[in-house]
């Protein structure tokens, strides 16, 4: 099954991640964004269910956006450099933005996300 385009919004209908993809089998939780030189603005990657992540062998720094089971903001990790781990109680995803990104978009702990198919738009 192809990973569709989705497109990740708050509730007060703002655009959080134009581009976001859905790494939700085992196979694309492990590659992650791994073997990227970058994440350009506007696109993401959701990885459920994912409590913790790691930047391992990345290339640049990303925002780690640790989410419940409701897509309600946990915490934000911004900057998050190679090399590093981080994981958060109770989050059941994590949405990796281009580093800084969460900051340009407003993104705070209690914000509800929803996913919404870029072709329903």
Do not use: Q, Y
């Given at each position: 099954m192809p990973n569709l385009p989705m497109i990740l919004r708050d509730a007060r209908g703002r655009d959080i991640c134009e581009r976001c993809s859905?790494?939700?089998?085992?196979?694309?939780?492990m590659?992650?964004?791994?073997?990227?030189?970058?994440?350009?603005?506007?696109?993401?990657?959701l990885l459920r269910p994912a409590p913790s992540?790691?930047?391992w062998f990345m290339r640049f720094p990303?925002?780690?956006?640790?989410?419940d089971a409701h897509l309600r903001v946990l915490d934000v990790i911004p900057e998050m450099r190679?090399?590093?781990?981080?994981?958060?109680r109770?989050?059941?995803?994590?949405?990796?933005?281009?580093g800084g990104e969460a900051e340009r978009r407003g993104l705070e702990p209690?914000?509800?996300?929803?996913?919404?198919?870029?072709?329903?738009?």
């Amino acid at each position: 099954m192809p990973n569709l385009p989705m497109i990740l919004r708050d509730a007060r209908g703002r655009d959080i991640c134009e581009r976001c993809s859905v790494a939700d089998r085992p196979h694309t939780r492990m590659r992650g964004l791994l073997g990227r030189a970058d994440l350009p603005a506007g696109e993401g990657l959701l990885l459920r269910p994912a409590p913790s992540i790691h930047t391992w062998f990345m290339r640049f720094p990303i925002d780690a956006v640790f989410l419940d089971a409701h897509l309600r903001v946990l915490d934000v990790i911004p900057e998050m450099r190679p090399w590093r781990m981080a994981g958060r109680r109770k989050a059941r995803a994590v949405l990796e933005l281009a580093g800084g990104e969460a900051e340009r978009r407003g993104l705070e702990p209690g914000d509800v996300l929803e996913l919404v198919p870029a072709d329903a738009v």
